[in-house]
């Protein structure tokens, strides 16, 4: 068994699609249940690496350990979810098509262990994600596939200089040589390297300073596949992002200097999301927000905040999945996303799934996002930084200002349309809530694993 | 004078100035020009003085190149460094992709919105 | 015309700013000693035991980082699929660019399968001389760049074949992979005597993944070129 087979599989279902044309559907879910066949093997052979083509520490490197055997089954979760709830489109072959590929570079992304390895994962989850903004095929689309075209090209730009002055004064390509040597090397080149990562990853991440375009793209995209964006893409960037910055071991400052741009994030987003209008750029300002807390969180170097940090990543996942997709029902009965339209519509399912996905997003129990912001909240209080656990429930504050809005909204206004959910759809959301339900009454399996999984995060890369 | 001209460090500083000046235009044509072809040509020109700049580093003077051929018959030291040739091989073929993709994305933009200047893309934003 | 009228000042701004930005850039990134003992050199020193090709920047891009090469292939698909969605095939697309000329059309025909095999002689030999699978890739998708030039319209394309020639030489790199992790050996390993350095059926599998990165890269490149040549003029849709 080859590690591998997580990328190559999804890979080789998109390139063979012209002998399959209209059955990719089907295929795209069997390739996604054979992944999930995959890391149930690996479960038990944790952790493990795998040196690809050559035997020998020279030739790349994949990793499978706790932590990104949590991502690996998150995200190939997501898309087994995002294929069967899409089983019934016939006429979408496209879609499959780029997202099995987005599949393998997310899966890639958190599998690598090589810089420059990463680097091409990253442009094949980037541009896999330029052509799903673009497939609504009207100007609104092609103008936010443009401009997501232009960041992300600054972003991989400054990703490469990056990775060329790592491998000009260090040699080696490897996460853990880099990280040995990375102290070595000359302090100005050692900002320098910090300051790409900092902006190819902070564009993707969606953090604050290079966060302006990403309502937009948001707004650009089809529904379900902002989804996947807000579930998977900058999930991925952030966990490679963090894996980088802890083999790296980098100084307190810069990671205190993380932490505040994760407050500020977080504060500037859910503000933005209390005047906006439009129900679907609230739902991007509200990952924004959640990027941000994990950002601050993730940064903290504590074993407790940050496996608080995965377990709320887990739970964001589920729940904007719940939310866009709901939201894609509601945009195709109403054929808008702004709030008027999200106030007219009538349909006692989608409004308890609503419900169940803004309590979870806020902590409140008996949900699961509770047990997420109480770890983290529990985490800084153990280290004293009372300060950002006031500062995080303020802010939590205004978050429920806009939710509650939302909801109200939808209650006291006259009904235009009532929305019959089909019965797959119905089955599917259910299952979502089922799991945050389930997740917030019996956590306890999930967060010793996660304590695992954040042990090995920010212990960095140290093996070979 | 010659001799001065034709070492390693010399050279190094030459490939450094130059491709750092290519980068400069870059990214001033990304950042002034409103036309959508120019923005992503600019960002192209961007990414050619990175592959200068990182195959010109890794020149040395008096080292072939990694091919056995004309002579040269063992794999040593005096050959330059291969990875670095490999990763810019990769990295054009990718930015040549990329490059056709977004043209193509401003190419069907304007047909539909007859408009290529970046300060009129209004589509998306806040509803009134 | 002052100068303040065709530049602006925002525009002087800005480059100034860059220019600073970028001198101080320029001085980090001078001040640093670059290294001399790195993953290049120790590669160079198996090269001859583990691969026994002539061209080491060959081994290295179809064998000891052969999984960058399955993404820069994936990439190429994955854009020009991209392009495709963009650009709808329809009735009405007729070739911008043509010349109606006997001389060159008889000349084409002589030209065309001369490219073809030079070509396809660059990529067999990727692994003894300097090209390789992209290069020869390219030469063949200039060979059917000429023939949309000199034919125009008449020229008809097989989209059948081609399409099926991209999926089995991208499949094709990929089967090559499982097949030698299934045979025991790693993901993209080598399972195949190596024979002897210079010989053009030497190296094991790396002229086998350079000759399907090949013909993905001319499929491909091929595609673009017809999706690029035969679509409308943008000016009078």
């Not at chain 1, 262990?113 to 100007?139: H, M, P, Q, V």
């Not at chain 1, 996947?228 to 960037?237: E, G, I, Q, R």
């Not at chain 3, 026994?52 to 699929?81: K, P």
């Not at chain 3, 350079?210 to 890269?217: A, E, R, S, T």
Request: aromatic share 12%; hydrophobic share 55%; net charge neutral.
């Amino acid at each position: 068994m080859s590690l591998v087979y997580f990328i190559a599989i999804p890979i080789l279902a998109s390139f063979l699609t012209p002998f399959y044309k209209n059955y990719l559907r089907f295929v795209s879910v069997l390739v996604n249940i054979l992944l999930a066949g995959f890391a149930a093997f690996f479960y038990s052979r944790l952790p493990l690496n795998e040196f690809i083509s050559l035997d020998s520490p020279l030739s790349i490197i994949f990793i499978l350990d706790y932590v990104s055997f949590f991502f690996v089954s998150l995200f190939i979760g997501v898309m087994l979810f995002f294929s069967l709830y899409s089983i019934k489109e016939k006429n979408n072959t496209a879609v499959f098509v780029v997202t099995n590929i987005f599949t393998s570079g997310a899966l890639g992304l958190i599998l690598s262990a090589d810089i420059f390895n990463i680097y091409i994962f990253f442009e094949i989850a980037s541009i896999s994600a330029y052509i799903l903004t673009g497939l609504n095929r009207d100007k609104v689309a092609y103008s936010g596939a443009i401009k997501y075209m232009i960041v992300g090209a600054v972003a991989s730009i400054f990703l490469l200089l990056g990775i060329m002055l790592m491998y000009l004064n260090l040699g080696y390509l490897t996460l853990s040589s880099i990280g040995a040597g990375f102290h070595t090397m000359d302090k100005g080149i050692q900002y320098l390297v910090l300051l790409s990562l900092f902006i190819g990853f902070g564009i993707k991440t969606e953090i604050l300073p290079l966060n302006f375009w990403v309502a937009d793209i948001y707004q650009a995209t089809p529904t379900k596949i902002a989804a996947l964006f807000s579930a998977v893409l900058s999930k991925a960037y952030l966990f490679v992002f963090f894996h980088i910055l802890y083999t790296l071991k980098v100084d307190a400052p810069a990671l205190l200097f993380l932490t505040a741009i994760g407050l500020l994030s977080f504060a500037v987003a859910e503000l933005s999301a209390l005047r906006s209008k439009d129900v679907k750029r609230i739902f991007a300002y509200s990952t924004l927000g959640q990027l941000g807390v994990l950002f601050l969180a993730l940064s903290s170097a504590n074993v407790v905040v940050v496996s608080g940090a995965l377990f709320l990543i887990l739970v964001h996942s589920i729940s904007k999945l719940m939310l866009f997709f709901s939201l894609d029902l509601v945009e195709k009965k109403m054929h808008s996303t702004r709030v008027e339209a999200f106030a007219g519509f009538r349909s006692a399912f989608l409004f308890t799934i609503f419900a169940i996905g803004f309590l979870s997003l806020l902590g409140i129990p008996p949900f699961a996002g509770f047990i997420a912001k109480l770890t983290i909240l529990k985490g800084f209080a153990s280290m004293g930084a009372y300060g950002i656990v006031g500062a995080i429930l303020a802010i939590s504050l205004v978050e429920a200002t806009y939710f509650f809005r939302l909801l109200s909204a939808n209650q006291r206004s006259k009904k235009t349309a009532e929305i019959k959910v089909p019965l797959l759809q119905k089955i599917m959301l259910s299952l979502l809530a089922l799991a945050i339900l389930y997740l917030g009454l019996f956590p306890q399996g999930l967060l010793d694993f996660c304590t695992d999984a954040a042990q090995t995060l920010i212990q960095g890369v140290i093996h070979v | 004078m010659l001799e001065t001209l034709n070492q390693t460090t010399f050279l190094h500083t030459v490939v450094a100035i130059g491709s750092f000046t290519i980068f400069t235009i870059g990214l001033v044509g990304v950042l002034s020009k409103k036309n959508l072809f120019k923005i992503f040509l600019s960002l192209s020109i961007v990414e050619s003085s990175l592959f200068l700049f990182f195959i010109g580093s890794h020149f040395e003077v008096g080292k072939a190149a990694p091919i056995v051929a004309d002579g040269i018959k063992l794999f040593d030291g005096h050959m330059v460094d291969p990875v670095p040739q490999a990763m810019i091989l990769t990295t054009i073929v990718i930015g040549v992709a990329v490059l056709a993709l977004s043209l193509t994305f401003v190419v069907n933009y304007y047909r539909l919105s007859g408009n290529i200047d970046i300060d009129k893309m209004d589509e998306l934003g806040e509803v009134q | 015309m002052s100068l303040k009228k065709t530049v602006g000042l925002k525009t002087i701004l800005t480059a100034l700013l860059i220019s600073f930005m970028s001198m101080l850039l320029l001085g980090v990134i001078m001040n640093a000693a670059y290294t001399h003992t790195s993953l290049g050199y120790d590669l160079l020193k198996i090269n001859t035991i583990s691969t026994q090709s002539a061209n080491a920047v060959t081994s290295v891009v179809t064998y000891f980082r052969g999984l960058d090469t399955l993404g820069e292939v994936t990439i190429l698909f994955l854009s020009i699929f991209g392009i495709g969605i963009g650009i709808e095939r329809s009735d009405r697309m007729k070739t911008i660019l043509g010349y109606d000329s006997t001389l060159l059309k008889i000349g084409t025909k002589v030209l065309f399968p001369l490219i073809v095999l030079f070509g396809l002689y660059i990529i067999a030999h990727g692994h003894l001389s300097p090209g390789g699978g992209f290069q020869g890739g390219v030469i063949i998708a200039s060979g059917f760049l000429l023939m949309f030039l000199a034919y125009g319209d008449s020229y008809d394309l097989d989209h059948k074949v081609l399409s099926l020639f991209e999926a089995l030489s991208g499949a094709g790199f990929i089967l090559v992979g499982i097949l030698a992790a299934l045979a025991g050996g790693a993901f993209l390993g080598n399972m195949l005597p190596l024979g002897v350095l210079g010989k053009l059926f030497s190296s094991g599998i790396l002229p086998i993944i350079y000759i399907f990165v090949g013909l993905k890269v001319a499929a491909e490149i091929t595609v673009l070129v017809e999706y690029f040549i035969r679509t409308q003029d943008a000016r009078d849709a």
